[in-house]
């Protein structure tokens, strides 16, 4: 059997880096859409990036944008994918809210424009296209835990354009007998985690201040609950879903929910540094109330976490625990990551990044601020 060819948007993203090397181990040909950017923007996928002279190339990339459609069929005509992964987004929450347009261009018409090209280059028995859909689309909370059948009720622009997105996608299954299916996802992270979603943003800060390179996290709002797993388990459900007999929508979750406190609080456990909260709201602070870190120089009673209130969303999402039951029994899958074991990768691969600069500023050079 000649091997298969899958198409990823949003290759250089998280998911995208770790769907990449998945498929590469099964055999597949990957080709991946990467935005042209100033700067060079493929650093979770150089590793797996050959010289484009080289010969036998199973990975390639397509310079292209899901807000222009000719550029779309033109990769999808040339390419011929078997599988087309729809990861490309606008993918931040708090930022929706600043850029509700565009969020809506690529994340929902984007989606429209994909099953469209493959409609119009008569792809539709030949490919089969999976949705990065999301559980930000249950929002306000109607009942938990989250299933294949519980209400949506979105609270961003990200949501909403993420609701189309997911409609559209069953629609032109429906319509069209498309191979189309929506991977509902819930929160996953790694350490290729953008640095502006908030476990990233707290384990680099964690890693930061046992080094002594930070003195302090600010953080939005720490009650929110979120069902957190690890994005290398997620990435292999979204291939299961496009190997089922049938198209269908599932679920992709842990079980288990945990607030952005407890988070907080694990991370530093992580580097020996044991924190309490006082306070409430925006008063709320995180203090140092122990220690077995001999490196760590800010005496216990030190503040450490702070509440800003710019970090606060206009309309929030409280609670987010998945039912993955469905995706249990039929694909068969668990995931093999808990919140301990995904904690403790993050924060190492955080500690070994700043062990780097933290050697460079022992060195005397000037290391560049980072702060979100
Ligand atoms: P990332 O933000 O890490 O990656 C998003 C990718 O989309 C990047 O490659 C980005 O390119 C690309 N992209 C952004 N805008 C466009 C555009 N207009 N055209 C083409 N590509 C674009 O997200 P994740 O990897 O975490 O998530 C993957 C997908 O899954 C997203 O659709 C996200 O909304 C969804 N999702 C994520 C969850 C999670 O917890 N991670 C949970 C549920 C759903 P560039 O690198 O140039 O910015
Ligand atoms: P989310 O992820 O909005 O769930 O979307 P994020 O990590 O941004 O926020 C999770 C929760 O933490 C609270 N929070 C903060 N969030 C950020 N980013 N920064 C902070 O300082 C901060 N303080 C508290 C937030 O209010 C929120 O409640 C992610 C994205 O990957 C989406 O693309 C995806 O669809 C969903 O997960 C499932």
Redesign the pocket.
Known sequence: MSKKIALVTGITGQDGAYLADLLLSKGYEVHGIKRRSSLFNTERIDHIYHDPHDEDQRFVLHYGDLSDSTNLIRIIQQVQPDEIYNLG?M????VSFDTPEYTANADGIGTLRLLEAVRLLNLVKKTKIYQAS???LYGLVQAVPQSETTPFYPRSP?AVA?LYAYWITVNYREAYNMFACNGI???HESPLRGE????R?ITRAVAKISMNLQSKL?????D?Q?DWGHAKDYVEAMYLILQQETPEDFVIATGVTTT?REFVRLAFAEVGIEITFKGKGENEKGYVSGSTNPDFLLPVGSEVVSVDSK???PT???L?IGDPTKSNEKLGWKPKYDLKALVKEMVAADVELFQREKLLKDSGYQIKNQF?
């Open positions: 987004a993918s931040h929450v708090k999301t559980s930000e990200y993420k996802l819930f929160n502006t979603f908030v476990t943003k600010y953080l939005g709002n720490l929110a979120r952005v970090y606060f969303r929030e999402v409280d987010l979100e």
